[in-house]
């Protein structure tokens, strides 16, 4: 039997609620498509009957392997440079000079920032791009960027910071000039060592209790919630307000709202919002 035909309602149903229980991903029917074309790739490679085989392996794992190939075969990562470029701009025009001046005054040059959903990291070198273009001595600061992720895939691709060509296009060319380089194998462009050292890639399941000492300045978290119901959103937006620093702010995606969920921050424009 084909891979993908024995995923009847009961077992789409039994997945399902396995990969919100996990990681809060909210699996519609209108995802059984989805859901039957990429496991039914993971049941090709591990080479399984189908996929009444594959729960039997999912649940009975113990290493870990399975519930990571999951999340690996379920998330999706479309991602981009410069997405949102609004965000970007309001990050240059309004977050940076704050933290400048209150650097200049309190002598403490200490930034943190946080994609949260990170994906392949394209977003969380955006903002490095865009720190390190206002703030050329950001290198010297205590500036850190934090991207976090549940697919261990994506942060593999964040970690080396190496990218195919076509995604050259979307970085403005100076930014390019200063920041990128050719790969090795000149197939493809490599974020610098300098800035990659600004960005620091971890494991991190947003659903879960955050493991993270110390509070933002801004955090990221565009295009994630999306995936999430409203009782997932609601705790993320409560957790997320309390690692902002006052004064910080929470970008989302332009497809996200708040509107939903109860939260204090401070409405500033569309998808940007402000811990008082
Ligand atoms: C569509 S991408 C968005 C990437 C980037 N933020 C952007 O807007 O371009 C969504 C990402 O959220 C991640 N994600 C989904 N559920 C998550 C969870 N529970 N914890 C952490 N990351 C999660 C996915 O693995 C995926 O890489």
């Known amino acids: 039997m084909a891979a993908g035909n024995d995923l009847t309602d009961s077992l789409f149903k039994k997945i399902a609620k396995y990969v919100y229980d996990v ?102 070198y955006t903002i490095a791009m865009t720190l390190a273009n206002s703030i050329p001595e950001i290198f010297s600061w205590n500036a850190r960027i934090l991207a976090t992720d549940i697919d261990t895939n994506v942060m593999d691709t964040g970690s080396r910071g190496v990218y195919n060509m076509d995604m050259l296009k979307q970085i403005p060319p100076l930014m390019a000039k200063k920041f990128l380089q050719r790969s090795k194998d000149g197939a493809n462009f490599r974020v610098k060592a300098q800035l990659r050292n600004l960005v620091k890639f971890k494991y991190l399941n947003l659903i879960e209790p955050f493991p993270l000492k110390g509070k933002f300045d801004f955090i990221f978290c565009r295009n994630v919630m999306i995936y999430f119901d409203r009782p997932t959103q609601q705790n993320l937006i409560d957790k997320f307000s309390a690692f902002l620093k006052p004064g910080g702010y929470l970008f989302i995606g332009h497809s996200e709202g708040l509107s939903a969920v109860e939260h204090n921050l401070k409405y500033v424009r569309p998808t940007i919002y402000q811990k008082k």
């Open 23 to 124: 990681c809060g991903i909210n699996l519609t029917e209108r995802k059984r498509e989805l859901v039957s074309t990429r496991i039914g790739k993971v049941i090709r490679q591990k080479k399984l009957a189908g996929f009444q085989e594959y729960y039997d392996y999912l649940i009975n794992d113990q290493t870990g392997e399975a519930v990571a190939e999951l999340m690996n075969a379920i998330s999706t990562n479309l991602t981009s440079f410069f997405r949102e470029p609004k965000h970007f701009d309001f990050l240059k025009s309004d977050i940076l000079p704050e933290l400048v001046e209150k650097a200049r005054k309190t002598g403490d040059h200490h930034l943190r920032g946080w994609s949260a959903g990170c994906s392949t990291g394209a977003e969380a």
